[in-house]
């Protein structure tokens, strides 16, 4: 039976390891943890923060599916994804993946696939906040991420 | 009823973050209802008016623009994500 993966979508920060221990307790047949981390750039010192919006609900859904179909594809033995929303400080947690597999390729393809899906189809939005206060606009969504994910076709 | 919900800057130019509508028969598919949106106020007009860059989930999962509507509850409509 395919292994449940741990979705959650949450305002607080999250503890990388507490969450790969976690992941990959009980589970000797592991022999592979790829773990990403997304963090709020700075952009050269001129962004204060990012505010992340999201689809209560769905955004769950979409990481569910995309995580269900990471582990189908790359046999996983676990996978975790955490995305935070609300306010996010410059150098603060944006986006947790971990991906466990008994071999370190499906591991690594397994974090990256889930990432590329995650940027384009789980439906969050980044506004950015500038060192003066004021808001900036919204973050436009970028064609080298769609072709990130177009090529796991 | 069909309950739509907005999200990032397509909620800011409408002014709303979400509201409940009665879709005329003439709605069918997820283009017809950006259409009829459009003729709502200048606020709709503003913000569909590049459809090409408009994102739309029923009940909450993906679908294309030439997607029947149905029976769906709950319609989403957002510019594309920029999470992860």
């Known amino acids: 039976m395919s292994p449940t993966p741990t979705i959650r979508v949450q305002r607080e920060d999250f503890d990388l390891q507490a969450e790969v221990d976690l992941l990959s307790k009980g589970k000797p047949g592991i022999g592979a943890v790829v773990t990403f981390s997304g963090l709020c750039r700075d952009e050269g010192g001129t962004l204060d923060a990012l505010e992340l919006e999201h689809y209560p609900g769905m955004a769950e859904a979409e990481m569910t599916r995309i995580a269900e179909m990471a582990i189908k594809r790359f046999e996983l033995n676990g996978l975790t994804a955490i995305h935070r929303y609300g306010r996010i400080a410059a150098g603060d947690n944006i986006v947790l993946v971990i991906a466990a597999a008994p071999h370190r390729q499906a591991a690594f393809d397994g974090a990256n696939f889930v990432m590329d899906f995650l940027k384009t189809s789980a439906p969050f939005w980044k506004k950015e906040h500038g060192k003066d206060g004021v808001a900036r606009e919204w973050v436009e969504a970028k064609g080298h991420d769609d072709a990130a994910r177009d090529k796991w076709k | ?84």
Not at chain 2, 5 to 13: G, K, L, P
Not at chain 2, 63 to 73: L, Y
């Open chain 2, 1 to 84: 009823m069909t309950k739509l919900i907005y999200f990032a800057w397509v909620r800011e130019r409408i002014g709303k973050a979400e509201e409940d509508i009665a879709l005329p028969a003439s709605v069918v598919t997820v283009t017809d209802l950006l259409d009829h949106l459009k003729t709502l106020g200048e606020e709709y007009e503003t913000a569909l008016q590049f459809p090409d860059v408009i994102r739309v989930a029923l009940d909450q999962e993906h679908v294309e623009h030439d997607e029947p509507i149905g029976d769906a509850r709950e319609i989403g409509i957002f510019p594309p994500m920029t999470g992860g």
